[in-house]
């Protein structure tokens, strides 16, 4: 067992990474986690089976190179959520109540101070401690604004001291005691049945879980010092199917849990996205009315200020990513745009499942 340096801290630290096909990544996910100021009493890499033997070969040369154990997953189709409730099966009852798991990435980057915030979060009665992350380079216009909406997501946890809608699936800290009351609510359903601790059938099994979690009682929060970087999504198509899932998916985990205290902030979210996108739309179809009718536009003082306003605002709030950033942001147009783009993408996901159209991860 590793010496925290904290008095009466028995309790070990296991890190679950499931992997399928980061070979260019896992490398550096194992050197941060080896390069914690709380260090990990143990590294599991969970590998599920690639089309691609070689790649599969690959990570496992490279997990066991950093002194991490493998598993390999068998029959698993479910993915993420599958591979890790294969894992967390086979050793949640090796462990006591007072233990942690760290489920990250295996394309996730974790500062050196990761574990020991969460874990000390942790001591303090909560049921699982995620934290905040920052988008790595690349992506060109696509990458930059997600880097900003990234550093922005920060700022506005931190200034809610660690409060949080979801915990996120880039890396986590769990008690075991609150994964064990997670399957054992499911089995009497108390919990939306599932197959695991995971829910297999949600597009968003972390925001799932996270329900679930504040649902048996159980704290969670985002320590402002917890942090990490993981990659962006690099053109647009990509990024537009990974929100359409998380959006789509965090409605549908709302409208099987129902309205209660617990998802009330985020049925008032969706209305206020909803909203937001209509007036979007009806904006933007008045000024292409008034530029077709050939009335013109006339700029109100008031549009003005509130325009100049919204630029300060966009400027302070990427401050964290240097004054480059602060600059490009208070164009407004450019993050304007990128905005209605992530509204289109929400009334897409309404419709997706107002139709019960076919889900896609």
């Not at 598993?71 to 409730?85: D, I, M, V, Y």
Request: hydrophobic share 40%; aromatic share 8%; proline share 3%.
């Amino acid at each position: 067992m590793i010496d925290t340096g904290l008095p009466g801290d028995t309790a070990t630290v296991t890190v679950l990474i499931p992997a399928y096909k980061e070979v260019d990544s896992l490398r550096h996910v194992l050197e941060a986690l080896q390069g914690q100021t709380r260090p990990a009493d143990r590294i599991i890499v969970t590998l599920d089976p690639h089309k691609d033997g070689g790649r599969t070969q690959e990570l496992e040369r490279i997990a066991r190179e950093a002194g991490a154990e493998v598993w390999h997953s068998a029959g698993n189709r479910h993915k993420k959520a599958g591979n890790l409730n294969g894992a967390l099966d086979r050793l949640l009852p090796s462990l006591s109540d007072d233990d942690a798991i760290l489920i990250q990435d295996a394309d996730t980057y974790l500062d050196p101070h990761f574990i020991e915030m969460t874990h000390r979060k942790m001591r303090q009665g909560y049921g699982a401690v995620g934290g905040n992350f920052r988008g790595r380079s690349g992506g060109r216009l696509c990458g930059t604004f997600q880097r900003n909406e990234f550093a922005r997501y920060a700022r506005d946890t931190a200034r809610k001291h660690g409060k949080v809608l979801c915990l996120t699936g880039t890396a986590c800290l769990f008690k075991v005691e609150s994964l064990k009351g997670v399957l054992a609510a499911r089995m009497i359903g108390r919990l939306p049945a599932a197959d695991g601790v995971y829910d297999t059938k949600a597009l968003t099994e972390d925001n799932e879980l996270t329900l679930a979690l504040k649902h048996l009682g159980w704290r969670i929060t985002a320590p402002a010092r917890a942090t990490m970087s993981t990659e962006v999504m690099e053109t647009w198509g990509a990024l537009a199917k990974q929100r359409l899932r998380w959006k789509r998916g965090a409605l549908e985990n709302l409208i099987d849990y129902g309205l209660t205290r617990y998802t009330t902030e985020g049925w008032v979210r969706q209305v206020i996205a909803f909203l937001g996108a209509s007036i979007s739309t009806v904006y933007i179809g008045s000024i292409i009315w008034f530029l077709a009718s050939g009335t013109g536009l006339r700029i109100a003082p008031f549009w003005l200020a509130f325009t100049a306003f919204y630029a300060i605002e966009r400027a302070i709030t990427v401050k964290s990513r240097g004054w480059r950033a602060s600059v490009a942001s208070m164009l407004v147009i450019p993050e304007w745009l990128y905005d209605l783009f992530l509204q289109g993408v929400h009334i897409r996901a309404l419709a997706a499942a107002a139709l019960r159209r076919e889900r896609s991860w």
